[in-house]
């Protein structure tokens, strides 16, 4: 669907193969009723295949294929959307991109290499809404060596038993937040599962109780939080846009063989014209969802000057007609559709998930109008 | 880097050539004036009569400039008045024009389809005489191709050509033609043989838009713009010297000829500029937030949720553009996947008209006699749908799309037996 390096399609492909053998659709079902989707083998093999390293510099343990980590970790986004596979990718790999960019040493040889190595997962307590109504609460307060954190993160994903979050907090509530790291691990630190759309990538409240952690756990410098979560939710947009436009091509796939396959008043659906018109019309918004995200990457990972926004029209697009694309699927595929036993609904929850978390469409069009704003701003 | 051309003698290094070019560029030719549209370019705005055709002297002038500074025709061999250089050498000189006033408004039709259709289809003497008086801006070309009755039907066309003798006689009626009214020449898409699949009866021919007979009628669209033409051939006379391709050959040239003619969003080696994009006025988004404040909306969420859909719509097309010329490149994408953008551009264009519309309010449609921008929304909200029907409508585009790119089942064909036979509607004439 991309335009990419050898490299970058050996990392696809080598992915795809091993989630289309992993984790073919009736695994997914299986795995549906179950307490935890995570398999920390399953994993630690993905992380062998390149999954964790792309967006950390080499000087910190990681590496890309071509050059634009972004770039090459959108192929293997476009393939957990393909697959709706489990496992905390984006999390993981925007958490892990933070510990590179502005981690202490501490941090690198730690929590960051584990991350790398595919022994634990991470999960990022942003989530940006439209108004006020803030998320994750959190007050940090100084105590001897280390540092107490109170609050609550009352949206994040699971994933393995060994897991850090990836946290703002601040002083108090105007003050100027720093990110810091928590283990899931650590005394103090509460989860109470929640339930949701998606199947296999689940989510959790956490709530933080006089929870210490070391002041080598603070990412960044202090009061750099909100511009590194901005930077952050680039990657993330990005990276949830890569796997809604997968999700967008299997549901299609799926329903431009039904259209051939199925027939009705004797002859096949897809020789309606009214059929033909909207699957052009899908096909279109497939191209153009993957259009916009490959850019986005490439001016996302290569730190062009108009990447922000590249990256909030990428998410506000692609998380716009995604979901709306696989439902039309369901549409046209009639009442097997709506089945649990079809493979549909796979794409169309993973596709809702990406679009709704972190900013959803109607967020990110802000965005784009703020930024042009502070274009004319600066202009002026 | 370096190349060989055809004669044996080394072609200027592309870097080398673009360094000639910026400095020829600064000394020869006017900046563009980024405020000023170009004139059909932009539907919302409607220039007299008097200063289209002002400017296409000025694009004249501007061509004759290129040709004697020798930039003229790049690609175009040299015993045609071209350079002989490469499509690299091109791409460089569209890089280096960019701020600069240049024949923006003759790229199209002059030198695509029109001079490409003569170098793939004219005969010696054709391109002899016609092609150095493109490049020297002395003759500015035109298509006659659609027709009144035939919409997205170009291979059902009925204006007839009847030989007589060593000539031809053209009968019927073209309409659409972009700038026919001040143009010197036509490439003419004409019916030479009834009794026969219609794509299999087509001749194309070149002709004067003075030859006597051929009377050409502006249209007046719903947003003023009168720059499309209607013409009515009456025993217009066309020598055989001026067939273009052989007779009832026709069709293979008009599958080149609607090549070329798609290239103007990219790609074509004959092209120059490109860069210069017309100011959007006042779909720009700049001019949208400037509205918003004044209109005192600029805070309301549903405002800046139209703004912002404006603005997505225009990067992902953007973005939809570049990716699908560059699949089609490099062999990934086949040339029918054009009609994904065409498709996107028409809808996104016509959604952006509405949005500005929305967002003026009753600004959008009462205005001041001196605001033209207001003017510029409403006349452009009437004049919308043109973006989905010029070139071929976006319903075409679907069915490209489906049939050829998704390889559905294809549409139940009722002309495929000799044209003569072919149903032509209750109030159809000329039937021969």
């Known amino acids: ?380 | 880097m370096s190349a060989i051309a055809q004669d044996g003698a080394a072609l200027e290094d592309v870097d080398a050539f673009a360094a000639r070019a910026r400095a020829w560029l600064a000394e020869n030719m006017p900046p563009a004036d980024p405020a000023k549209d170009t004139f059909f370019l932009h539907a919302a705005t409607h220039p007299a009569d008097e200063e289209v055709l002002a400017r296409a002297a000025t694009c004249r002038e501007l061509q004759r400039r290129l040709f004697d500074g020798g930039f003229a025709g790049i690609c175009v061999p040299r015993q045609y008045g071209g350079q002989e250089l490469t499509p690299a050498h091109q791409t460089a000189f569209n890089r280096e024009i960019k701020g600069y006033d240049y024949p923006a408004e003759i790229q199209a039709s002059t030198f695509i389809p029109c001079m490409a259709v003569l170098l793939e289809f004219g005969t010696e003497e054709q391109k002899l005489r016609h092609i150095p008086r493109m490049l020297r801006g002395e003759e500015i070309w035109v298509q006659l191709l659609s027709e009144p009755g035939g919409g997205s039907d170009a291979a059902g066309a009925v204006t007839s050509a009847t030989r007589d003798g060593d000539r031809w006689l053209l009968n019927g009626s073209k309409i659409w033609t972009t700038s026919g009214w001040w143009g010197d020449w036509a490439l003419c898409l004409a019916r030479t043989n009834w009794d026969v699949e219609k794509h299999r009866g087509l001749t194309v021919f070149s002709l004067p838009m003075s030859a006597p007979g051929l009377q050409i009628r502006q249209i007046e669209l719903v947003n003023g713009s009168k720059d499309f033409c209607q013409e009515f051939l009456t025993d217009v006379v066309v020598p055989d010297a001026d067939r273009i391709g052989d007779v009832d050959a026709g069709w293979s040239v008009m599958t080149r000829w609607l090549y070329h003619e798609r290239t103007i969003s990219g790609g074509s080696p004959y092209v120059t500029g490109g860069g210069n994009r017309p100011n959007a006025g006042p779909y720009e988004l700049a001019a949208l937030i400037e509205a918003a404040r004044r209109l005192g909306t600029i805070d309301d969420s549903t405002t800046r949720a139209l703004i912002g859909e404006a603005q997505t719509s225009s990067l992902v097309l953007r973005a939809l553009v570049e990716s699908v010329t560059h699949k089609m490149a490099t062999g990934s994408l086949p040339h029918h996947a054009a009609a994904m953008p065409r498709l996107f551009g028409g809808t996104a264009n016509a959604r952006r008209a509405a949005i500005a519309t929305e967002l003026y309010g009753d600004a959008g449609v009462v205005w001041a006699p001196d605001d033209e921008i207001a003017a510029q929304v409403g006349l452009g909200y009437l004049i919308r749908q043109a973006a989905c029907i010029g070139g071929g409508t976006t319903e075409m585009a679907r069915n490209v799309i489906a049939e050829r790119l998704l390889g559905m089942p294809r549409e139940h064909r009722a002309d495929t037996s000799a044209f003569r036979d072919v149903p032509r509607g209750p109030r159809a004439s000329g039937a021969h």
Request: aromatic share 8%; proline share 5%; hydrophobic share 45%.
């Open chain 1, 1 to 380: 669907m991309f335009t990419q390096t050898a490299d970058q399609d050996l990392l696809e492909t080598t992915t795809e193969q091993y989630l289309a053998a992993t984790f073919p659709p009736e695994r997914i079902r299986e795995f549906a009723r179950r307490d935890s989707t995570f398999d920390a083998t399953l994993w630690k093999r993905g992380a062998e295949l390149g999954w964790t390293t792309l967006l950390v510099p080499e000087a910190a343990g990681g590496g890309s294929v071509s050059g634009n980590g972004l770039a090459d970790l959108l192929a293997v986004a476009f393939q957990f959307g393909r697959h709706a596979a489990p496992g905390p990718l984006i999390g993981t790999n925007v958490v892990a991109a933070a510990l590179g960019r502005w981690g202490s040493g501490e941090l690198h040889g730690g929590p960051l290499a584990q991350l790398l190595d595919g022994d634990a997962t991470a999960a990022w307590a942003h989530a940006p809404r439209m108004g006020s109504c803030a998320s994750a609460v959190v007050r940090a307060a100084r105590s001897g060596d280390g540092v107490v954190l109170d609050g609550t993160a009352p949206l994040v994903e699971s994933g393995a038993p060994k897991g850090y979050l990836l946290v703002a907090a601040g002083a108090d509530e105007d003050g100027a937040r720093s990110h810091y790291l928590v283990p899931f691990d650590a005394p103090g630190v509460r989860i109470s599962p929640l339930g949701g759309i998606d199947l296999v990538r689940r989510h959790q409240a956490v709530t933080l109780r006089e929870v210490v952690v070391p002041a080598a756990y603070r990412v960044g410098e202090p009061g750099t939080a909100d511009v590194h979560d901005e930077v952050l939710l680039d990657l993330a947009a990005v990276l949830q846009a890569g796997e809604i436009v997968g999700a967008m091509e299997r549901a299609f796939d799926l329903t431009l063989r039904w259209t051939r396959d199925r027939y009705s008043f004797g002859r096949p659906l897809g020789s309606y014209q009214e059929i033909k018109h909207r699957m052009a019309d899908l096909r279109t918004q497939l191209e153009a969802s993957a259009a916009v995200a490959e850019k986005a990457a490439r001016h996302v990972g290569e730190d062009r000057p108009d990447a922000r926004s590249w990256a909030s029209a990428a998410k506000a697009y692609v998380g716009r007609v995604g979901p709306e694309l696989v439902q039309d699927c369901v549409q046209l595929h009639g009442g097997i559709g709506v089945t649990f036993e079809h493979d549909l609904h796979l794409y169309l929850r993973r596709a809702t998930l990406d679009a709704q978390l972190f900013g959803t469409p109607a967020y990110f069009a802000e965005r784009v109008v703020r930024l042009v704003e502070a274009d004319m701003e600066e202009g002026a």
